[in-house]
């Protein structure tokens, strides 16, 4: 009898603290300033919708070419280690640095490498972001090693344990050699969504990528990633764990983009630090819409091939007016049924998908989550507070997981994708934000279990001293 008195009281406690703290947070609902001061401390699990270059802040990138005194072009503000010959308006960096012009060159930069400072009138937003990419690509591929440390030592002041990052293509010279012509009959193939044709031209492809030795390119990333770079770095500890997504982008030539993904499979199936693929670029752009089938083709090959590999899709990142309307009904679906993704990336188009209903109790049943990134969303594509999908999605038991994106070319955190949760969506309570914390680990494509148990022993004990912190702090 007196155990069971014990174990009532333990349960009384923790039911009187947790109406504590949703009390304490219904009350600041309002309160941006007091949001941030909660979710800051909050602990908030994984991101797993994060892309390594969009990810660093771009004084990072301005410091490295500063640091190997690169040549920026006054006018247009690319940066080159050399100029072309002849070409006027190029200077280096140290001149800058000498004459005193360094500072107001620093703050185009941080304008033309991230969204900073824009005014959401004189460009075309979803513009302002993709170009950023291209801009400071000079820099991205250099000192990953500082990258890769200056997301980790952010993630755990804001209390981020574990980040699935988008990383880096993989190189493969050799691939070159694959056999071209085949671009004109996989668009013939897609063009009649003939499924039988597609498969035959790529089983071609695949036996020529890898009778050009893809796996010795994908053994020579993954010994680059693993040894240089995370284990070199001691990258994983006891506050903080990451793991790699490949990716290819969806804006080449059809065999091209097929022959990336499955060098992309490969590397992923050897290494169980880069858990997974993805598929990256506007959605809009107009190759992606063309070939977006095909792709979906592509993916579902490659799962055949390699049925272990897990894979998130970037699907639904669209709104109306972007394209058609007719072409904002069947993404979503297609990467779901064809291309069989294990989460959904954005998402945001899934109200004008087909059969809509039917999809999202289908995601819901197979347990494929969403991946929600609030201020991108917003940013992109213009969609927020109830035109975002994320309470339809909640109201139909899809698992949500809420990330950040490209923090770092949005000026963001992930704190700040809660704070927009929080005083957006006024029926998600705090037991839905922590259960959208804890998905982030049990969705996560960490494929050693006993990882997986650490991250979320560590959510427990976390949570048990954030919220004891709170109740401390307000005198309760």
Same mark, same amino acid.
């Given at each position: ?74 006018? @247009?503000? $690319? ?66 090693? @500082? ?50 044709? @597609?498969?035959?031209?790529?089983? *071609? ?39 790699? $997504? ?50 979906? $083709? ?92 994320? @309470? ?64 979320? *022993? ?15 702090? $307000?005198?309760?």
């Amino acid at each position: 009898m007196k155990k069971i008195q014990v174990i009532l009281f333990t349960l009384l406690s923790f039911s009187v603290s947790a109406q504590t703290i949703d009390e304490y947070f219904e009350k600041i609902r309002d309160n941006g300033a007091a949001l941030t001061a909660f979710f800051s401390q909050m602990p908030k699990g994984g991101d797993l919708h994060n892309h390594y270059s969009g990810s660093v802040y771009a004084e990072t990138y301005i410091d490295d070419v500063v640091d190997k005194n690169y040549f920026i072009n006054t006018n @247009t503000l $690319q940066v080159l280690p050399k100029p072309p010959a002849k070409a006027a308006g190029w200077v280096q960096f140290s001149t800058l640095i000498s004459s005193g012009q360094m500072s107001g060159y620093k703050e185009k930069l941080l304008q033309k490498w991230s969204c900073k400072d824009y005014n959401g009138v004189s460009y075309p937003s979803d513009k302002q972001f993709f170009e950023t990419f291209g801009n400071f690509g000079i820099a991205s591929r250099d000192r990953l090693d @500082t990258g890769l440390l200056e997301l980790k030592r952010r993630a755990i002041s804001e209390h981020v344990s574990y980040i699935e990052t988008m990383f880096t293509g993989i190189p493969c010279n050799r691939l070159k050699n694959v056999d071209t012509s085949f671009d004109k009959l996989l668009l013939e193939a897609e063009q009649n969504r003939n499924e039988a044709a @597609t498969n035959k031209l790529l089983e *071609k492809i695949y036996a020529d990528v890898i009778a050009y030795d893809a796996m010795g390119c994908a053994d020579s990333f993954n010994t680059y990633v693993v040894a240089a770079l995370h284990n070199g770095l001691h990258i994983d500890d006891a506050n903080f764990t990451m793991r790699y $997504q490949n990716y290819v982008g969806r804006t080449s030539p059809p065999a091209e983009v097929f022959k990336s993904l499955v060098l992309s499979f490969i590397s992923a199936n050897k290494s169980p630090l880069i858990v997974g693929v993805n598929i990256v670029a506007p959605e809009n752009n107009d190759i992606s819409m063309r070939d977006y089938w095909l792709h979906m $083709q592509m993916f579902r090959f490659c799962h055949n091939k390699f049925p272990r590999v897990k894979y998130a899709m970037h699907a639904g990142e669209l709104a109306l007016g972007m394209v058609k309307p007719e072409e904002m009904t069947w993404h979503i679906n297609a990467a779901v049924h064809i291309a069989g993704a294990n989460r959904i990336g954005h998402g945001v188009d899934i109200p004008y998908e087909h059969d809509c209903y039917d999809l999202l109790h289908y995601m819901a049943d197979h347990k494929i989550p969403v991946e929600i990134n609030l201020y991108s969303n917003e940013f992109i594509l213009k969609v927020k507070d109830d035109r975002h999908p994320i @309470t339809l999605y909640k109201d139909f038991n899809v698992p949500i997981v809420i990330c950040t994106d490209d923090a770092g070319v949005l000026r963001s955190n992930l704190t700040e994708q809660y704070v927009l949760l929080a005083k957006r969506y006024k029926h998600i309570s705090y037991h839905d934000i922590k259960t959208f914390v804890y998905n982030s680990i049990k969705y996560s494509f960490i494929e050693e279990d006993s990882v997986k148990q650490h991250l979320k *022993k560590k959510l427990d004990a976390d949570f048990d001293k954030f919220e004891a912190e709170v109740i401390s702090s $307000q005198h309760f």
